[in-house]
């Protein structure tokens, strides 16, 4: 395919991407067997013109004088993030070919005007209201955070399973199948491997027999606030696709009781063949609507984790396509989600055992604002340091300090700036009443 060719293909990817609600992964990954004449190099340099895209999403719509479409949104790349010229752009744009059309008077216009002064929420990247929510949490460190959530290329962080073998083998076999794996700085379960070229990591011979998961080292870290120890009962409460149910379930040793429980029933079916890889043993439970279900649960749980439905705004380094989908009405209406959920999840402890509430929102909304509600009408709950709730075999020493210096007590926020994972947030109570 010609550059050009290519830049038009960018576009109508990030028209499909725009129009539907699937990873922009995924639509890439359609495009490219739609369009089996595309190589293995076009698709690339397709895939990276979109991610370019979608990371500067918000600048280049204001630049573009607030046109949204796949084709602008190149444009405007080309201009503000390439430094192409205006001349140079042109010649992307001859028509020719399968390339796009010439430019409009209007679109040389927008490339020409250079001078506009820009406003920050456009330079952070973000949506508007999320900037407004970081200055608020942040105050003279937003823009450091907007930027590590919205920039750079994540990681793939694998979790051990310290069940089966110990990161030292991993790390060994791994580097035998050709790779580089580096230890986490924080989780003691971690290896972290670069992002580029993508590594097959569902293809490894650890990864089929349950050896390692795809888990982010935030994920990893607040797994540990658990102290999950053999013998417990333990309620992974929206277990999702079972990420956290995996992490728990490694540390009771095949001792005790794991309930994963969700809305989803699809969602408990999907974490069965991962259960099984991970030799972690599992009794999945659907929830109704306002929680029916678990009344035999009612005070038996020494661990309640509560991973709430969130905005995932913490893992938009990963999924920047989710920063513009998300509007203000959507954290609304998860931040009354949670503190329901939560609410319903403490019932299900039993006196002494400990609730984690936990999100990878980076948004105060539903974050501070949830576990405010929470602690409002909940006496019987006392607040957990941290640095008291940290099981120790599952962070390292410099994670336990680093932890210890980010959390305000008994509350935990994780970022790419911060500590270089997904952004989560966490707090940790016990029942005392
Ligand atoms: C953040 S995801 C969980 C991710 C998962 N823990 C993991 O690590 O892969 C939140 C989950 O909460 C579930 N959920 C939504 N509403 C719920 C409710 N009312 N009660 C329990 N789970 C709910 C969703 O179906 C979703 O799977």
């Known amino acids: 395919m010609t550059p050009a060719a290519r830049l038009a293909a960018a576009a109508s990817v990030l028209d499909s991407i725009a129009q539907g609600r699937q990873p922009a992964e995924v639509v890439l990954k359609a495009w490219g067997a739609a369009n089996r004449y595309a190589g293995s190099k076009d698709r690339r340099a397709i895939a990276d ?93 937003w823009a450091e955070e907007a930027a590590g959530l919205m920039l750079p290329r994540a990681p793939i962080d694998l979790r051990v399973n310290i069940a089966k073998a110990t990161v030292e083998e991993v790390e060994a076999e791994l580097r035998e199948a050709g790779l580089e794996p580096e230890r986490t700085p924080w989780s003691a379960t971690g290896l972290r491997l670069g992002a580029e070229p993508p590594p097959n990591v569902q293809a490894l011979e650890a990864f089929k ?24 009962t333990v309620i992974d409460y929206c277990a999702g696709g079972g990420g956290k149910t995996l992490g728990l379930g490694m540390r009771l040793e095949g001792e005790g009781r794991l309930v994963a429980c969700d809305i989803v029933q699809k969602r408990l079916d999907n974490i069965r063949p991962r259960l099984i890889r991970a030799g972690v043993e599992a009794e999945l439970q659907q929830l109704g609507p306002n929680g029916g279900g678990v009344e035999d649960l009612v005070d038996q749980a020494d661990v309640v984790f509560v991973d709430a ?25 998860l931040h009354t989600l949670q503190t329901q959920i939560l609410a319903r999840a403490a019932k299900l402890v039993k006196p002494g055992g400990r609730l984690i509430y936990v999100t990878c929102s980076m948004l105060r909304q539903e974050n501070e604002a949830s576990v405010d509600a929470f602690e409002e009408d909940h006496d019987g709950f006392m607040a957990v340091g941290v640095a008291d709730a940290l099981d120790g075999a599952l962070v390292t020493d410099a994670g336990r300090a680093k932890l210890t210096e980010l959390a305000d007590h008994h509350r935990l926020r994780l970022s790419p700036a911060t500590a270089g994972t997904d952004g989560f947030y966490a707090a940790v109570y016990e029942r005392v009443a």
């Open 49 to 141: 013109q979109v991610y370019k895209v979608l990371r500067a999403r918000g600048r280049l719509v204001w630049a573009m004088d607030g046109r949204e479409d796949g084709r602008a949104l190149v444009i405007g790349s080309l201009s503000l993030i390439d430094g192409l010229s205006l001349e140079e752009i042109e010649a992307l744009h001859t028509g020719d070919g399968y390339g796009p059309k010439p430019l409009s008077k209007q679109e040389r216009a927008r490339i020409s005007l250079t001078g506009d002064e820009v406003p920050g929420w456009v330079v952070a990247g973000l949506p508007e209201f999320v900037v407004e929510d970081f200055k608020a949490t942040y105050e003279d460190r």
């Open 209 to 232: 027999e349950g050896r390692i998961e795809i888990q982010d080292e935030g994920s990893q870290i607040v797994c540990a606030l658990a102290g999950v120890e053999p013998g417990m």
């Open 309 to 333: 439905p969130c905005s995932g705004s913490g893992t938009w380094r990963r999924k920047p396509e989710d920063a513009w989908r998300l509007k203000v009405e959507d954290v609304d209406r």
